[in-house]
C-alpha cells in the first residue's frame, strides 16, 4: 500500500513538473532575450477573438517591447521630445508620424552598433502609396535579416496583443474588462466617465495619456497594448494580410481618446503615414 | 420589468385612444453633460470662475433640464445634456418635446437643440439640428434638402480631420438643419430613416454606404452662451 502511494505520488509530482516544461516550451526560450523585451514564440492564432484564429496564418518568432517607447527613450535618441502630454518622461512619446518612428528606429538601431532594418528614400515619392493627404510619401523599404529595431507587422501586433501560444482568449490585451488593462476615453481622465463619448466633454475631463505599465499586462507580460496610445505598425493598409500597397499605414491598440470597443485585439484601423496626433505612438520589435 | 411593460402598455393605449399625449418611454437612455468648471457630473450644480451649470436628467422619464450661464467670453464654458441610445437605428423614430429653450446671451455664444449621433462604417459624425441660436453659417459642402416631419432641412457635408469616437484622424461630418425653427411646448418627432435616406444619396460616394451605428440621442448644446432648457424624449 505504501509502495503505490509512493508511486502515486511520483507519478503526479513527473506530471506536474512535465506540465511546467511544457507551458514554459511554448514562450521561453534560452536565448539572450534583449533589454525591456519579451521572446513572442511563434506559432498559429490561438485566441478565438484574433481576427486570424483558424486561418492558416503563421508568425514567425519575434522580440517585443514589453512597453511603448517613452518620452524619455523618444528624446535620448531624437534629442527632443514631440508630445503633447509632457510632465512626466515616463508616459509614452506621441506627436509622431509614421516616418518620425521609422528613423527614430534607424537611429537608434546606429547609436546601439545594430544593422538598421529599415533603408530610407526620400528623394522618391513611394508608388505604393494610394494616400489623398500624404505629403511625405518616402519610400521605405526592409533589409529582412537586420538585427536592429523595427515596427511590429500587424500580423505580429495582433498575435502578441492576444497572448500568442499563452493566450487566455480575452477581448483586449490580457482581459475581458477594459478598465484592468486599458486607458481609453472613459478612464483616463480625472473623473471616470459613464456618459456617451463627446470630445468637449473629454477636453473638460483632462483626459490624457498615462505612464507606461500602469495597468496589467497581457499573457505575454506585455503593458498598454489596448490602450495609452495607438500604435503604428509596419504594414499597409488593405486586402489580406500585408498588402504591397495601400492608402495608409494600419495602427492597432485603443488610445487615451478613444472608445473601449477600440481597444480590442481584433479591432483594426489605419491611418496616412503623415499624421501626427497625440493618441499615436509606437513599440520596439527586433528580429529574433 | 413586468412594471415597466405595464406602464409602457397603458402609455401606449393613452396615445392610441386619445386620452393623454404621454409618450411611450425610451428604453436604453445614456445622458451626459460637461462644464469647463473642471468638474465632471451627471446631475446638480456646479459654479466656478468661467461658468455656472445646474442640470438634472432623469432616465426612466426622458426628462433632462439644465440652465447655463457663462461667465468670462473666450474660456471654453460648454455644456451639453442629452439622452438617447447606446446603439442607434436607421428606422428609429426619436420624439421630443422641448417644454423650454432659452438662449439668454443675445449675440455672446451659441445654442442649439439636435438628434446626434455616430456612425461608424465610414466613420460620420451626425447631426439633425432642429432648433438654435446664433447656429451661424455651417461650413462645407451643401447638397440641397430633405423634407420630413413637416418641414424642410439643408443637407451639409463636410471632413473633419480631429478628434472622434476612435481617436484621433479623419472622419465625416454631414448635417441635417431645419429651414425653420421647430416650436418649443408640442411633441416633436426626427424621422431619422428619412434623414439617413438622404444622406447616402448626396453627391459624395462616402455616404452612401453609412451602417454600423453608435450611439443616437438628442442633446442641447450651449458654447459661451447662457440659457436653459428643458426637454422630454422618448422612442422605440
Redesign the interface.
Known sequence: MKTKLIALLAFLTAIIILSACVQESKQVDSGDVPEGFVLVKGGYFTNVNSNLYGKDEKVEDFYIGTHLVTQREWAEVMGSNPSEFIGDDNRPVEMINWYDAIEFLNRKSELENLEPFYAIDKENADPNNFGQ?DDIRWTVTINPGANGYRLPTEIEWEYAASGGQLSENYLFSGSDDPDEVAWHFRNS???Y??????????????CRTRPVGQKLPNELGLYDMSGNV?EWCWDWHGEGVSPAGGEGRVIRG??W???ED?CAVNYR?F??GH?R????GLRLVRNR | MKFKRVIALLAAMAMVFGLSSTPVFARDY?????????????NGTHDCSVGRVQMSSNLNTGNFSVTWQTKIQGR?F?N?Q?V?W?TGRDNRVMGYNAGSFNHTSGSTGCTYLTAYG?FRSPLTEWYVVDRWANYGNTTGTNHGTVSVDGGTYNVISERM?G????????FLKIKSVRNAQRPIGQNNTVTFQTHVNRWRQVSNPDFRNLSQH??Q?III?GFQSSGNANVTMWGN
Open positions: 493627404e481622465g480625472d473623473a466617465l459613464t456618459e456617451f463619448w463627446y470630445y468637449s466633454i473629454i477636453l473638460a475631463n483632462n495607438r485603443g488610445g481618446l478613444g472608445q477600440v484601423n491611418l496616412e499624421y496626433f497625440n493618441d499615436m | 445614456v445622458q451626459s453633460w460637461v462644464s469647463c468648471c473642471g468638474n465632471i457630473t451627471a471654453g460648454n451639453l442629452g438617447g447606446r455616430w480631420t478628434a472622434n469616437i476612435t481617436g484621433n484622424g479623419p453608435d450611439y440621442t448644446e
